[in-house]
């Protein structure tokens, strides 16, 4: 198994977005990329652990507990995608944006 690193839009220090409800994950696989784009918001560069496993891409978001004026928050996602056939384990990239959208792609064959 191996690990992809994680890359942002600056070295800054990370702010927390806002809340979004305009969809939590987008697929595409067209004939030159495969891309999942996931809204990882609540979690900063060193939350996020991208591995590719053969012809899995494995996701784990987690973040430590954190206070609010509520009480005490900590989250954790777990996700795995199949790559389809045609598409290069080798050329995975994940990369966060300032919006908080983490964002996997891969080159086709």
Known sequence: MHTIPI???SASSWDWPLQHNDGVVKVTNTSEKFEVGLDAGFFGPSDIDVKVNGLEIIIHLR???RQTEYGI???EIHRTYKLPDDVDPATV???LNSHGV????AKKL
Do not use: Y
């Open 73 to 75: 928050v900590n989250r």
């Open 102 to 105: 983490l964002t996997i792609t």
């Open 93 to 95: 990239k994940s990369h």
């Open 63 to 65: 973040h430590d507990d």
């Open 7 to 9: 890359t942002t839009d």
